[in-house]
C-alpha cells in the first residue's frame, strides 16, 4: 500500500484574508494548522497522473479545505460541540458570531477563487456540492434526538454530506483538466459516494472506540442526542428498554453493560462485513472506470486503490 | 464477500439476471449508469447465492409483496358497506359477498404485485433503492416470481368477479376500468397517475364512493346517501394514508426530484397541511351524524389531538415522526373499519 505522507501544502496564507481582520487570521491560524488535510492531499495525489499544474493544484486544494472547514465552523456551533482537534472549537474561543462569519468568508472565498480561476463547469459543481453539504446538514439536524432512524436515512445523509467532499475531490480534478466526459463521472461520482460512505461509517466507529488509534473522546454523538450509523446498527436487535439505557450511556463501559460484549462484537463484526461489501464494490467500479481511463491517466485508479483501507479500517 | 457484475442493457444476459432467471443466484441491482444513453446504459448487479439470501418466513413476504398493511383501504368501504346492508335487513352475507371479498382481494394484491414488478424492471427502483416493498431488491423473490403471481392473482380476481358482475348494473363495471386505466397509464405511458388533475380524484373515487355505491347497488338499494356517506369517509381517508407515505418517499427521492405529480409541486408545509387536512376532512364526513354520541365525539377529536402533535414533530421528510404519523393513521383506519362495522352490526 502507498504511503500517504507528503509535502505539507500551505492552504492558508495572511494575504488571501483581509488584514485589517486580524481576529478573521487568528481564527484561520488555529483552525488550519491543527487540521490534517486529508481531502488535499488526496487531490495533490491525484494531480500527478493528471499532470496538473502547482497553480490549479493549490486552487483545487485551497477549495476543498476552504468548504470543508466551513462546514466544520459552522457543525460546531450547530451541535455546541465545545471542542474539535483537541482544543476549543471556534465558537467557543471566539465568539458564535465570529464562527459563523468565519464560515461565510471561506465560501466566499472559495466563489472568488474558482471565478477568478474561470472555468464554469468547476463552479457550477462546486456550487452544487455546497448546496448538498448544507441540505445534508439540515436533515441531519433534524435527526437529533430521533432514535427511530433507519440506516437507509442516515446513508441518503452521509451521501449529501461526507459524501459530497469526496466526490468533489475525485471529480474536480478532472473537471480542471477539462475532461468532462459524462460516463467516467459518472462512475467517479458512485466512486466519491462510496468513499464518503466509508469514511463517515470509520468515523462513526471512533466514536464507540474501535481502531481509535488516535484517541479521540468517545460517545460524543451519543451524548449530543445523536446516533450515527453504527449506533443505528447497534440499536437494531435492542429492545425498548435496552435503546432507553443505550441514550444516557456516558462511558463504554456502562454500553457494554447495557447491550453485552458479545452482541457489541456480533454486532461489529457484520457491520465491517457490511462495508466490506461496500469495498468489493467499490473495486469493482474501479474496474469500471479503468476501462474509461485513457492511458495517460492510469495512475489514478492505483491512487484511488489503497484509500478504502485507509478511510474504513484506518491502515496508513 | 459479494461478487458483482456491471452489464449493459443490451446483452441478453441483463434481462436474465434482472427477473432472476439465472439458477442458483439472485441478483439484485444496485446502479444504473449512463441512463440518459440508452445504447451504453449499464446496470451494477450484487449476485449472490439463493441459499445465501436470508428470506424471512413467506407469510412476511407476502405481507410486504401484497402491502398487507393497507388491505382495509379496500376492504374498509367493502365490509363498512355490507354490514350497514345487513343493518338493513338486506342478507348482503349471500355466496356473492364472498365473491366479491375475494375479487376484491386479489385485485388489491396484482395492482401491488405489478406495481412493484414495473418499478423494478423499468428503472425506477434502481433510482430510489429505498422505496417498493424491498422484496426484489432483498432478493427475497425474483422478478419473474412476482409477475407470474401477479398474474395469478388477476386471473383469480378476475374469475372470482364474474358472478359478481353478473349481478351488477352496468355503471358498475366502470370499477374495473378505471383500475385498467390507471394501470395502463402506469405501464405504457410510466406516468404516475396523480400527475394528471383527475388522479386524486380517481383514487378517491376508487378507494372510496364507487365501492360503496357499487357494492349497496348490487342489492338494488335506492337510498344511497348513507353508502356516499361512507364513500366520501373512506375516500379522504385514503388520500390522507396514500399521500403521507409520498411525503416520506420524497426524502429518497430528492436527488432526482422533479415535481412529478401535484403534490410534489407543494411546498413542504403545504404538504403536511394537505395531509393532515384529508384526515380531517374525513373525520368530520364521520363525525356529522354521531355528534350526538359524545363519546364517538371524544374519542375521535382525542384521535385529532394526538395527529396534530405528532405532525409539530415533523421537521423534514427524514424525520421517524413521518413513519409514527403513517402507523397512527393506519392503525385508526383498522379501528374506525373494526369500530363502524361493530356499529351496523349490533
Redesign the interface.
Known sequence: MQKWTMQKLKIFHERDFPPHLPKLNQLYDDLFSRGKGFRAQLIQKLAGPLSLEDKQVHLLCQTIEFIHNASLLHDDLIDRSVLRRSKPAAWVKYTPEYAVLAGDYLLARVMVNLSQYGNLQLIQYTAHIISDLL?GE??QD??VQ????HL??LD??H?LKTASLFKWCIRAPFICKEDYR??LH??LE?LGALLGLLFQRGDDLLDFNVRNYEGKAVLGDLKSGYLNSFGVFLCADLSAEQKEKLKKCQTMEKLYQVVGREYFDQKLKEFDQKN??CI??YN??LK?LDGLLPLKYKGVSSVLKDLPQILYWRKV | MSEFITLPHRDPKFIKYLKGQIEGTRAIPLKTFFLDDFQRRCTTFQVIPAKEIIRPSWWRVFSHLLRLRLLTLTLAPLLTTLFWLYAQGIPAFEKVSAFLLGSVFFLHGAIFLFNDYLDYVKGYDWLYPALGSGVLQKGWMTGRGVFRLGVAFTALAIVLAIPVFQKSPLWLWSAPALALLALGVYMFLRQDIRSYWWGDLLIFCCLGPLISVGVASLWSVEDLKVPLWLGFFWGFFSLSILHSRRLRSLFYMRQHFQGKTHFDQLLWRLKVILVGSFFIWSLGFLLFPFLSFVFLSILFLSGLGGLLKILSKVRSPASSALLIFRKFLLIFHYLLAGMLSGYFLF
Not at chain 1, 146 to 149: H, L, M, R, S, V
Request: proline share 0%; no cysteine.
Open positions: 441540505e439540515w436533515i433534524s435527526l430521533d432514535w427511530d432512524i437507509q436515512q441518503e445523509v451521501k459524462k460516463d459518472e462512475v458512485e466490506e461489501d468489493a464494490l469493482h467500479y469500471l
